[in-house]
């Protein structure tokens, strides 16, 4: 498994434990740093994903939520709107990942982690972030 998938999982693992027990952000960060010794580079990936999904969250459940047709969000599964989160987070705000490897990424963690469906829902909302991004970027360069 790349160190990275591995970081992933951690931030997703770290994202939904903070959510069901509501502990403080930076303890759930030192547990999921604390699990096992990891490269310095891992380990700072996981700290700025992590934060950066905190910092976020709601930001991209509203990017999550305009794109949902005919779907209310309260009916979207949690690990699903995580692993979203984490994906937006990636796209807008950590530029050392191409964004079709964070889609492919996000996919196969929904496929590991989620129910049957929850690959093809991630991959079709992360797509319709991914094409607003670039739409925003090119209106930014005009």
């Not at 790349?2 to 069901?20: F, N, T």
């Not at 930001?59 to 794109?67: A, R």
């Not at 994906?87 to 990424?105: A, M, N, R």
Request: one cysteine or more; a negative charge.
């Amino acid at each position: 498994m790349h160190p990275r998938r591995k970081a992933r999982e951690r931030v997703l693992q770290g994202l939904y434990s903070m959510d069901i027990s509501h502990e403080d952000k930076d303890k759930v960060l030192a547990d999921i740093l604390a699990r096992d010794p990891l490269p310095k580079k891992i380990q700072l990936f996981i700290k700025e994903l992590f934060m950066t999904c905190v910092d976020k969250r709601t930001w991209c459940e509203e990017k999550i939520d305009s794109h949902l047709q005919n779907w209310d969000m309260d009916r979207v599964a949690l690990l699903d709107k995580l692993v979203l989160v984490m994906g937006i987070s990636e796209i807008y705000f950590i530029d050392e990942v191409p964004p079709k490897v964070t889609i492919s990424e996000a996919i196969e963690i929904a496929k590991e982690f989620s129910t049957e469906e929850s690959s093809s829902f991630v991959n079709g909302i992360l797509d319709a972030v991914y094409k607003d991004n670039q739409a925003e970027k090119t209106i930014d360069a005009d």
